[in-house]
């Protein structure tokens, strides 16, 4: 998967109330976010966790949600 999102910050209130998520992040028991992308069939921004070798859908969010996409440089 070829991937240009770094982080991506779900919510109104990016420093009190939002919900941050990172590629590298340990998340779920230890794992590890490995991957975020946008689908433009459906407008969403799904987040891949890596268990073991394996790159699962994690989490989904919609395009109705406020969301803070931060880009790899």
């Known amino acids: 998967m070829s991937n240009v999102i770094r982080k ?3 919510g ?3 420093k009190n109330d939002a919900m ?3 590629v590298g992040q340990q998340v ?3 794992h ?3 991957d975020i992308l946008f689908n433009e069939k459906d407008n969403s921004y799904n987040i891949y966790i890596q268990i073991e070798k394996k790159k699962l ?3 989904k969010f919609n395009y109705n949600k406020k969301i803070s996409v ?3 440089l």
């Open 12 to 14: 109104s209130d990016y």
């Open 70 to 72: 931060e880009y790899k």
């Open 20 to 22: 941050h998520y990172s």
């Open 28 to 30: 779920y028991g230890g």
């Open 32 to 34: 590890e976010i490995s």
């Open 57 to 59: 859908p994690w989490k």
């Open 8 to 10: 991506i910050s779900i």
